[in-house]
């Protein structure tokens, strides 16, 4: 197989992506998007709670209506958290001395000011939606692009939703989402292979779409696997979970800071009534196991000292914990020798080609690709 770096210099050569702060280049482009930023009913209405996205702090509040609300981390007056206040409406009040602001960051009353002194104040307000059981949020300048929905999704059945934190930089996340080989050995022995999702080494293909990139997988027997990689940090695939089989699944892998991201996934599943019970019933004993044993974070630590192996372990996270291992010993691309990548890392090269050429634009200040989701996309397994 030929080495392709060897003939080529490194696609994101001086192309910083993996730090995403205000200002940063990556930091930008992400913020050009709409973005997952929390689950909707991790604050129930009438409550408020502090979330870190691409090394910014904002408050997430739900007003007493239920409609999400994003705004800025301070008070304006003294620099207290927000959060700590009273959602009052849908509007929040600072704990503090009682400065109230709307959802779009505009302060509504201080009571012990000038009545006229509040209309000159405001902190940060975003919008945002409520879709799939995630808030979305547009943190970038100007108006926010058309919002991306996915029909697939909107189907009968029942969404899942959740979120988990990993401690590795976003990047490597995403392009673990294009590294099809790595499922035939960080996950053989997992559900994975009882699926026949490991069973050969498969050819790989990568054609950039109008949404990001397509993920094109065969097998020597004519079977197929196709997934979605949508631009900027969303993946689109088909997993298998026992009882419900296979499942559309999307991910995004959003920066926390620059060591951490956090994984927003959903699945849609539909079943008959008594399956749907024995399925959410499962759930529920597998988040009983994991209380009763090492926390994840244990467990990750653990085996990259060498003290346990990941094929000892029988655990209900056992998938998520084998990526885990891979990304958290993996450093950030720009902090490693420059990869060997071969043919088989097709999927990895388009995406590090999409974001150099964005990247090089943005900071030149030219035309960006506009990236559209189309209402068909689906991922398939086979």
Request: glycine share 8%.
């Amino acid at each position: 197989m030929q080495d392709v770096m060897t003939t080529t210099p490194p696609i994101l050569d001086q192309i910083d992506v993996i730090h995403t702060g205000p200002g940063m280049p990556a930091g930008r482009f992400l913020r050009r998007f709409w973005t997952p930023v929390a689950l909707l009913d991790e604050v129930r209405p009438g409550r408020a709670k502090p979330v870190t996205i691409m090394n910014e702090r904002f408050t997430y509040y739900r007003g007493e209506s239920g409609e999400p609300h994003l705004v800025g981390f301070y008070c304006a007056h003294r620099s207290t958290q927000m959060s700590a206040g009273w959602v009052e409406g849908e509007e929040l009040r600072c704990f503090y001395h009682g400065w109230k602001y709307d959802s779009t960051g505009q302060c509504t009353e201080q009571p012990a000011e000038a009545e006229s002194y509040a209309a000159k104040i405001r902190i940060a307000g975003y919008p945002t939606r409520a879709y799939l059981g995630f808030v979305y949020a547009f943190l970038g300048e100007g108006e926010p692009p058309e919002f991306p929905r996915f029909p697939v999704f909107e189907r009968p059945g029942r969404l899942f939703p959740r979120s988990f934190v990993r401690h590795s930089n976003y990047w490597n996340g995403l392009e673990n989402a294009c590294d099809q080989i790595h499922v035939n050995f960080v996950h053989r022995n997992s559900e994975f292979t009882a699926a026949g999702m490991s069973r050969e080494i498969p050819k790989i293909d990568a054609h950039e779409t109008e949404y990001g990139i397509l993920r094109d997988v065969r097998f020597s027997d004519g079977a197929s696997r196709i997934a979605h990689t949508i631009i900027p940090t969303t993946s689109l695939v088909v997993i298998y979970v026992p009882i419900a089989g296979f499942l559309q699944h999307l991910s995004y892998r959003i920066p926390v800071d620059d060591e951490s991201h956090v994984s927003f996934t959903v699945n849609l599943v539909d079943l008959a009534d008594d399956e749907m019970e024995r399925y959410v019933a499962a759930g529920k004993e597998r988040a009983r196991k994991l209380t009763e044993l090492p926390t994840y974070a244990e467990t990750i630590a653990a085996v990259l000292r060498g003290e346990i192996h990941l094929d000892d372990l029988d655990r209900p996270d056992i998938v998520n914990l084998q990526d885990d291992v891979a990304l958290a010993a993996q450093p950030p691309v720009g902090l490693r020798p420059n990869d060997r990548l071969g043919q088989s890392d097709i999927q990895i090269i388009e995406l590090r080609k999409i974001y150099a050429r964005e990247l090089r634009a943005l900071e030149a200040g030219t035309a960006l690709k506009t990236w559209t989701v189309p209402s068909e996309l689906i991922a398939t397994s086979g």
